[in-house]
């Protein structure tokens, strides 16, 4: 048999017994060794010259199996069966503040398109022991494995740019990678999942994405009793601010919001970077209103999802924000932002660890009753709220009108189920004044005044607990 004929024969017997190991590797190393010549010009070389590289590289081969037979003879399948672990439900109906958690499933095929397969061994050092990587994989794998117990895990749709093999040679190498949400793809999200067994065993993994969903299922705005009343707030849109951008691949709890978009307000730097920037920002289509973007006190379901990763801080600060659901629009030509809490005291949270897990969903349904705020990083509900409430009067505390004139005062408050006493006989001795009649609204939480002629009344409104606040209201009639 030639030497050619040998050289092939070894590489074949190479081949088989590894099937998941690199040839190109080997052959690119031993290039860079010297070990295997490429230059053209060496096919000029003598016939003595060319036996003896073949000779050099067939003793590399030789060398090669007598090292690794061992290993390969007790190579055994490992059987891996895989499934997609979808967000589990933590409902927030903002108006009741009501809590519930049940698992959601979903189908294997529909969610992963790439798979890559990392087997470490499972002993002190945990080196890589075979890496492979599937397009449009099964549901169930055979890979080879040596001997000994491993660590299997599984990273689905992975970013390009995410992480090189060549980085991972160890399991904690791995554990240190990070994820990028101006990476992943909603339709496709990134995924990771571990399980330890043995060679030659049979284990389930499940993969769990590493974004979390916010919902905004439902939306109206009610301005019945204020001065705006029967207006929509146009414009709408919604979107999420301090939004962690990155978190470690395998990491389960813990995620600290060090890489963030929209740091406070909605950024348009920061959507440019994004793949899919429609994760962090939607325009709410409802078809009616001048903008046909409006939305008024008929309830709309519109189930608009944003997507953020995992931010469970337990404390804010300026460098580790809350992440936020940002409701935006306009009311007449003032623009104005509810901006609330993901899964935070203050607004719908229940109990468990607060803030933003992974791979979790977060349903919000808002009823609006009155302006937001001015800025979109200032709450809404503070989040102390349900501990000291707040009460804001309107139109103020200082009134002028005219005589046959009717002035509203009226009280926006939290909690709105808070007892409100307008004063009877502060009204009743100003009635007996001549100043004015009055009629209290049906909700109790103001009073409307039929101006009669000039003169000075005053009155005053004090809420109870938690809110604690008391205001006196001066009445000027013809000034």
Known sequence: MTHSKVLARLVHIFASKHKDLCMRDYLKMMGREGLVHTNPSSLGRSPKAVLAGLLSISFVFMALLSSCSSVGERQEPMVLDFSVVRPITVERVATKGHLSVKPVGSDFTSYVHTLDVFTFSDDGLRKLDSYQRYDRPPRTLSIASTAGDKIVVAVANPPESGYSVRQVGTYDALERL??????????????????????????????????????????????????????????????????????????????????????????????????????????????????????????????????????????????????????????????????????????????????????????????????????????????????????????????????????????????SDATLDICKDDLDYDVSRGIYTYDYDPDGHGVTLHCLRGGTGMFTIDAGPPIDTGYLVIVVVNP
Not at 200 to 213: H, V
Not at 301 to 306: F, H, P, R, S, Y
Not at 351 to 361: I, K, L
């Open 178 to 415: 990070m994820a990028h949400l101006y990476e992943d793809d909603p339709e496709f999200p990134l995924m990771s999942g571990e399980s330890v067994v043995a060679a030659g065993g049979r284990c389930t993994i499940s993969l769990e994405p590493m974004m979390s969903e916010v919902v905004l299922n439902s939306v109206l705005c009610d301005f019945s009793g204020k001065p705006y009343s029967g207006e929509l707030l146009e414009n709408a849109r919604v979107y999420l601010t301090n939004v962690n951008a990155s978190a470690e691949i395998l990491r389960d709890d813990g995620f600290k919001p060090l890489d963030i978009l929209n740091a406070g307000r909605l950024s348009e730097r920061d959507m440019a970077q994004m793949g899919h920037p429609e994760a962090l920002v939607k325009e709410i289509y409802t078809g009616i209103g001048a903008s046909r973007h409006g939305i008024g006190a008929v309830k709309k379901n519109i189930n608009v999802t944003l997507y953020t990763y995992p931010n469970d801080v337990q404390e804010e600060s300026i460098g580790t924000p809350f992440t936020r659901l940002v409701l935006e629009g306009t009311i007449g030509r003032e623009k104005t932002y509810y901006p609330l809490n993901v899964n935070r005291p203050g607004w719908g949270y229940s109990d468990g660890r607060q803030g933003v897990g992974r791979n979790a969903r977060y349903i919000f349904d808002l009823a609006i009753t009155r302006k937001g705020s001015s800025d979109p990083d200032e709450l809404v509900f503070p989040s102390d709220g349900e501990n000291t409430g707040w009460m804001t009067l309107y139109p103020g505390n200082f009134i002028t009108a005219r005589d046959g004139e009717d002035v509203h005062v009226w009280c926006d408050m939290f909690p």
